[in-house]
């Protein structure tokens, strides 16, 4: 049974990012949501301990959070189609083929308690940075970095490199428009602006290329030689890929930004970390080089482009 409801509510966040092409299924993100709380309570509640579980809570959570939100009329599609893939995401990467299993270990109520809290914060986390990324808010933005601070203290919650990796990219795309909302008020109208994205975009890929390469090298069983070129190469040409695509991103209508292919290509550099991690659990090494470029390809507008003098 429970199986069952986790395979619809895969297909259910599928739906979620294929309606963003018909602009149709409010309601998507409230039935993925309850399809996996239902599969998580008809399971044993020590299922919390284990990846799967802690998957459908999540996911439940940051469902009913942008369900929430659409409500309150921030842009459907949008939350629609991120949070589809992060959902798709979230089952993928932690619900096992084979489904919960009976745990050996047992486990108080309390420390169950405090499992099911935590990662409901975490879904809730990740609902609202998907939120932020669209409706900016200092606010919220701080709220989601002092939750994210506090469950990496106190919380053993991180130590799976898939959900602190998927939580790192959706916490890049909350706290993106808080950069771009200070750097949008100093562009004008200047010249070259094709010139500053392709110069941005070939820095930042082979920044990601070196600090990649850098941090690989620190894996045992890559080591610094061939392996670890090979290895970082390859990530690098598929968030490269990645961010080439959410370049495409204006001509699906999300257009608004002063930069739209620059903000297409950061929002591609940001969740391609999550893509990643579905291929291998070294994805979390190309976070530093991804801040970085998407910081250059912030800023870059200021130093490169031109900006255009009035003829008297």
Request: net charge neutral; charged share 10%.
């Amino acid at each position: 049974m429970a199986e069952t409801l986790v395979t619809v509510a895969f297909l259910s966040s599928v739906a979620m990012i294929l309606s963003i092409l018909v602009s149709k299924g409010k309601w998507l993100s409230l039935i993925t949501s309850l399809l996996c709380l239902t599969s998580f309570i008809a399971g044993d509640f020590d299922s919390i301990q284990q990846y799967g579980g802690q998957g459908l809570i999540v996911v439940s959570s940051m469902c009913i959070t942008i369900q929430y939100f659409i409500t309150k009329g921030i842009n459907q599609n949008y939350l629609n189609g991120f949070g589809g893939l992060v959902s798709l995401i979230l089952l993928l990467s932690m619900y096992p083929q084979a489904g919960l299993i009976d745990e050996v270990a047992t486990y108080t109520q309390f420390e169950n308690f405090v499992g099911l809290v935590t990662y409901l914060s975490i879904g809730f986390m990740i609902g609202n940075s998907l939120v932020n990324s669209y409706d900016s808010k200092d606010k919220k933005a701080a709220v989601n970095l002092v939750m994210f601070a506090a469950i990496m203290i106190f919380t053993n919650a991180f130590e799976s490199s898939e959900i602190f990796v998927i939580v790192s990219s959706v916490m890049l795309l909350g706290i993106l428009p808080v950069f771009d909302e200070r750097i949008k008020t100093k562009l004008g109208n200047g010249e070259g602006r094709t010139n500053a994205l392709a110069v941005s975009t070939l820095i930042g890929i082979i920044l990601v290329y070196a600090l990649t390469f850098t941090s690989i090298s620190e894996v045992n069983r890559i080591g610094n030689g061939a392996g670890a070129v090979t290895v970082a190469l390859w990530m690098t040409l598929s968030v490269t890929a990645i961010g080439l695509v959410g370049m495409l991103m204006p001509l699906i209508g999300f257009d608004a930004h002063p930069r739209p292919e620059a903000w297409g290509w950061r929002i591609g550099l940001a969740i391609s970390p999550m893509i990643l991690i579905l291929q291998t659990d070294l994805a979390i090494y190309m976070l530093p080089g991804l801040v970085i470029a998407i910081l250059i390809s912030i800023s870059s507008p200021l130093v490169l482009e031109k900006k255009r003098v009035k003829s008297a």
